[in-house]
Antibody, heavy 120, light 106 residues
Framework: EVQLVESGGDLVQPGGSLRLSCAASGFTFSDHHMDWVRQAPGKGLEWVARVRTKVRSYSTEYAASVKDRFTVSRDDSKNSLYLQMNSLKTEDTGLYFC???????????WGQGTLVTVSS | IQLTQSPSSLSASVGDRVTITCRASQGINNYLAWYQQKPGKAPKLLIYFASTLQSGVPSRFSGSGSGTDFTLSISSLQPEDFATYYCKQLNGYPITFGQGTRLEIK
């Protein structure tokens, strides 16, 4: 069974840092591009970042709103995805999901999300 | 690439047929997916490549369209279908979602 389990969400002050993790199981993690998607309270879905597979040199993409502040990475030996978030802003508050790209231009498995709250 | 969904909200009854549209600001080569999300839950993939039904999704869901205009249809609403629906494009970066369509019980 495919499972994605996020962790690391917390309450943090503006300007602070946080590292999210996503533990994957039930599939060959190294074969899939992986993404972070977030959802502010009561709002829609917003794509945050992507890390591609080793075949694609672990290349990354970012939303403009997080570029130069967030860093996405992966450790295929640990079947894990990460999101390092620096210089956090109040508008970064939300539920952060990790999602698996199914190699068909869509996300077929999602975690349950981890809550990040940026507030003083 | 901006995606504009319409309507933003919709009231319907069990058994109704409903259609949600998603318009892209430029062509997206049919790299469009539809998701269903219920409160407090992760999104669920319904349709990919604009019209391919994800495994395990009921056949009352269907997708169509090409280029810039796409639709999600539900042929006969069931109680479990009342949720928020999002389209999403993966033709280029940034990956973008529509603003969502909230489907409510009339």
């Amino acid at each position: 069974e495919v499972q994605l389990v996020e962790s690391g969400g917390d309450l943090v002050q503006p300007g602070g840092s946080l590292r999210l993790s996503c533990a994957a199981s039930g599939f060959t993690f190294s074969d899939h591009h992986m993404d972070w998607v977030r959802q502010a309270p009561g709002k829609g879905l917003e794509w945050v970042a992507r890390v591609r597979t080793k075949v694609r040199s672990y290349s990354t993409e970012y939303a403009a709103s997080v570029k130069d502040r967030f860093t996405v990475s992966r450790d295929d030996s640990k079947n894990s995805l990460y999101l390092q978030m620096n210089s956090l802003k109040t508008e970064d508050t939300g539920l952060y999901f990790c999602a698996r790209d199914n190699n068909k231009y869509s996300h077929d498995y999602w975690g349950q999300g981890t809550l990040v709250t940026v507030s003083s | 690439i901006q995606l504009t969904q319409s309507p933003s909200s919709l009231s319907a009854s069990v058994g109704d047929r409903v259609t949600i549209t998603c318009r892209a600001s430029q062509g997206i080569n049919n790299y469009l997916a539809w998701y269903q999300q219920k409160p407090g839950k992760a999104p669920k993939l319904l349709i990919y490549f604009a019209s391919t039904l994800q495994s395990g999704v009921p056949s009352r869901f269907s997708g169509s369209g090409s280029g810039t205009d796409f639709t999600l249809s539900i042929s006969s609403l069931q109680p479990e279908d009342f949720a928020t629906y999002y389209c999403k494009q993966l033709n280029g970066y940034p990956i973008t979602f529509g603003q969502g369509t909230r489907l409510e019980i009339k």
